[in-house]
């Protein structure tokens, strides 16, 4: 079965500085990983996805992310965090033929 | 525009009642999906259907009951038999079961026994 892994469940950074946001997963085969973000009482928005090929996405927001497979890994960054990224972050991850299976998700805070 | 829209943003619902959730789509996706969102615990999948007149249970379909008749639309009941209905509820859709482009999602029942 696949599975999820956000190790963080808050984390708190200064505004400007960079940032890098943890995901595990397990599946057995090559998945299809996803990245999304949630304001508060809102729905989720995509940020970015990776299905094959260059192991290192770009999405939205200035964020991006690298999978490595040795590691079973799929960790979001952003170079310069902004007062406005403040939210919940989600990890996802399918078989192309099953239904997302989502973390727990990681709650940002942005400090001035 | 097109979108996923979830209505009403707030629903109130006596213990023992049924309440049912709205979810349409304009996207023309085929697959959709109903998950539940407890504080703490990310996004749990309570059905999906990637056809109409199809659907599947998922992880906690109990005390949930859904049904597929147009392409477009997706309902969530929830039960008197869901002991602990109070939550936010996410619909979502896809082209496909989980592929494609990822999932879009509408923008949340919040949902409160009272």
């Known amino acids: 079965a696949q599975s999820v892994t956000q190790p963080d469940i808050h984390i708190t950074v200064s505004e400007g500085a960079s940032l890098e946001l943890r995901c595990n997963y397990s599946y057995g085969a090559t998945p299809y990983l996803f990245w999304y973000v949630q304001s508060p009482g809102q729905g989720l928005q995509l940020l970015l996805k990776y299905f094959s090929g260059d192991t290192l996405v770009q999405g939205i927001k200035g964020f991006e992310a690298e999978f490595k497979r040795s590691q079973s890994s799929f960790n979001l960054r952003k170079p310069s965090v902004h007062w406005s990224d403040a939210a919940e972050y989600f990890c996802a991850v399918t078989s192309g033929n099953t239904p997302l299976v989502f973390g727990k998700g990681t709650r940002l805070s942005v400090i001035a | 525009d097109g979108g996923i829209t979830q209505s009403p943003k707030y629903l109130f619902r006596k213990e023992g009642q049924n309440v049912t959730l709205s979810c349409e789509q304009n996207l023309n996706h085929d697959a959709m999906y109903w998950y539940r969102q407890d504080p703490g615990q990310g996004l749990r999948l309570i059905y999906y259907?990637?056809?109409?007149?199809?659907?599947q249970k998922g992880d906690i379909a109990e005390g949930y009951s859904v049904s597929r008749e147009k392409k477009e639309s997706f309902p969530l009941t929830v039960t008197s038999a869901q002991k602990n209905p109070t939550a936010f509820y996410l619909c979502?859709?896809?082209?496909?079961?989980?592929?494609?482009?990822?999932?879009?999602f509408g923008q949340g029942t919040r949902l409160t026994v009272v």
């Open positions: 259907s990637q056809i109409v007149n199809d659907f």
């Open positions: 979502a859709s896809s082209t496909s079961t989980g592929t494609g482009v990822g999932a879009s």
